[in-house]
């Protein structure tokens, strides 16, 4: 069963890329539900999959394995000075690297356009404003994202079963493709809250005000997220000889 899943969602991933590229709007819109049938039944195999507790096991499309192609290796425990290269973390699923102090988690992400976040009704976008405390992760129903370690910390306090643990770990994160958009002024009327309201020189210490003046935790850990998205883009890159 998981390899037609995986092979679904290689399908799904292939539409949405021909999706993003092509102009006409009759044709995307043809794109759309297709990938939205193929989003239903991936779905539909992932919920047999629970029904027959069984562990859901990780997609393989969804991440990156740390060990093949990247050569990274892991930390045990989660609370470990993290050394200045990328390193593993198996509870959580996640890369993580030091850069002046600062811990950066995340892992690859999904990268899709607005319209078709909207229009697919697709999850776990936003990241949930209950964290830790969020009643309805521990049934599967919340729609919005959960940070790795805040599942971690679930999982260790009893409050989320380790299958209920694996299968969010599963879910991966979706970014907006305006998540790398910048635009200060956004922030005064925040249309679009997946744009940044921080990071450019010019305006870095009008940035830091503003995030000061506002709960700016879950802005800074997407940030974080894109960061490590960034990186291991980068490290991809590399790892395929392109620099
Ligand atoms: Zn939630």
């Known amino acids: 069963m998981l390899e037609e899943i995986i092979s679904l969602e290689e399908r799904s991933q292939a539409i949405i890329e021909l999706h993003n590229e092509t102009e006409s709007d009759f044709i995307r819109e043809e794109y759309i539900i297709t990938h939205n049938a193929l989003v239903k039944q991936v779905q539909m195999l992932?919920?047999?999959l629970l029904a027959d507790n069984e562990s859901i096991p990780r997609s393989e499309s969804l991440y990156i394995e740390k060990k093949d192609p990247l050569g990274i290796c892991d930390i045990q425990n989660i609370d470990s000075i993290v050394p200045p290269n990328l390193v593993w973390i198996p509870q959580t699923r996640?890369?993580?690297?030091?850069v002046a102090g600062t811990v950066i988690r995340g892992n690859l992400a999904n990268i899709y356009n607005k319209r078709l976040i909207q229009s697919n009704n697709i999850r776990?976008?936003?990241a949930c404003f209950g964290r830790?405390?969020?009643p309805r992760v521990a049934t599967g129903t919340c729609?919005?994202?959960h940070y790795p370690d805040d599942?971690?910390?679930m999982y260790k306090s009893g409050a989320?079963?380790?299958q209920r643990f694996e299968a969010e770990i599963a879910k991966g994160r979706t970014f907006s493709t305006t998540s790398w958009m910048y635009d200060i002024h956004n922030a005064k009327t925040r249309k679009n809250k997946f744009m940044r309201t921080f990071g450019s020189l010019s305006t870095i210490q009008q940035d830091i005000a503003y995030l000061k003046s506002v709960d700016s935790k879950r802005e800074v850990l997407d940030f974080k997220e894109q960061v490590m998205h960034d990186l291991l883009v980068l490290a991809i890159l590399k790892k395929n000889g392109i620099e």
């Open 46 to 48: 992932y919920e047999k």
């Open 94 to 98: 996640q890369y993580a690297i030091s």
């Open 124 to 126: 776990n976008v936003h």
């Open 132 to 134: 830790t405390e969020c």
């Open 143 to 145: 729609d919005y994202y």
């Open 151 to 153: 599942l971690y910390i």
């Open 160 to 162: 989320l079963s380790a």
